[in-house]
């Protein structure tokens, strides 16, 4: 199988077949809790080697609550980014200096401060199923994705695979996410 180029260096790693993924040669564990190394050098190998699979879990958990509630989706995302512009336009520093440069002022108004508080207060809470309908629809790929590489057992395939795609981890997503959380494992 080989690998996909995408325009900025990254490689992503190839599909792997449902069987190999969830079916017949799938072996599922529980992990020993008492040791965190093992376990956790097992979720890395496996967030590495299933990637793509779990990229496409994800969007289709995710286009699943979608599709399922649709219109709270759309509002729960609205809410969600009008928080985010808020948040980023009122309370962010480098936004509060670029503010000042603009306007002149030494701090924002405070009476647009309040509103904007309070305008995302009534918000979140006259709206609060649907936030937290996109929160489920975000957060539960994730926990999906660390269940199943918690639980699933490498096989002499994954193994091999992972000693060979060794140089190129680093240019994959998952690689350079990982390594940027400081997840790398030692040896391969």
Known sequence: MTSTQTGSGLQLAPL???????????????????????????VVKNLLYYQ????????????????????????????????????????????????????GQQQPNKWAVLGGVLGCCYLVLFMFDAVLIVMFAVLLPFSLTFVHASLRLRNMKNKITNAIESVGVKQSPMGQFLEAMGLMPDAF
């Open 16 to 42: 792997r077949s449902v069987n190999d993924f969830l079916l017949e040669s799938a072996r599922f564990q529980l992990p020993n809790f008492q040791d965190f190394e093992k376990w956790g050098n097992r």
């Open 52 to 103: 793509t699979n779990y990229l496409l879990m994800s969007a289709a958990v995710f286009l699943l609550v979608g599709l399922i509630h649709p219109y709270k989706v759309v509002l729960g995302m609205m809410v969600i980014m009008a928080l985010l512009y808020v948040f980023v336009k009122f309370f962010a520093a480098e936004a509060r200096r670029s503010i000042e440069a603009v306007s």
